[in-house]
């Protein structure tokens, strides 16, 4: 079967750091580019970063530059989300999603999706 599966979501308090993980079997990510969504309580889910399948092409969302970075290690057929200087709107489920070579910041556009890891910013 193939799946993705999304860890490291929390409660962390504003200011501090996750790391979140996508975690692919029954196939492998070499030729995948991976893009991590989120969606908050009655709001459409949005693109936040996506990384293509070599590597060399990275997007992020303007509210997510500067804090957040996606990285991948196809040796362990997993990408990363690390998040820093967290706040409470970035409080979401964060989805993980694959498609083809390369990037999209849409929906639509991908296939694969896993389940969602919870993300709460808070005091």
């Known amino acids: 079967q193939l799946q993705l599966v999304e860890s490291g979501g929390g409660l962390v308090q504003p200011g501090g750091s996750l790391r979140l993980s996508c975690a692919a079997s029954?196939?492998?990510?070499?030729?995948?580019?991976i893009a991590w969504f989120r969606q908050a309580p009655g709001k459409e889910r949005e693109g936040v970063s996506c990384?293509?399948?070599?590597?060399?092409?990275?997007n992020y969302a303007d509210s997510v530059k500067g804090r957040f970075t996606i990285s991948r290690d196809n040796a362990k057929n997993t990408v990363y989300l690390q998040m820093n200087s967290l706040k409470p709107e970035d409080t979401a489920v964060y989805y993980c999603a694959a498609r083809g070579y390369f990037c999209s910041g849409y929906v639509r556009d991908f296939g694969s999706w896993g389940q969602g890891t919870q993300v709460t910013v808070s005091s």
């Open positions: 990384i293509s399948s070599s590597g060399r092409s990275t």
């Open positions: 029954g196939f492998t990510l070499d030729y995948k580019a």
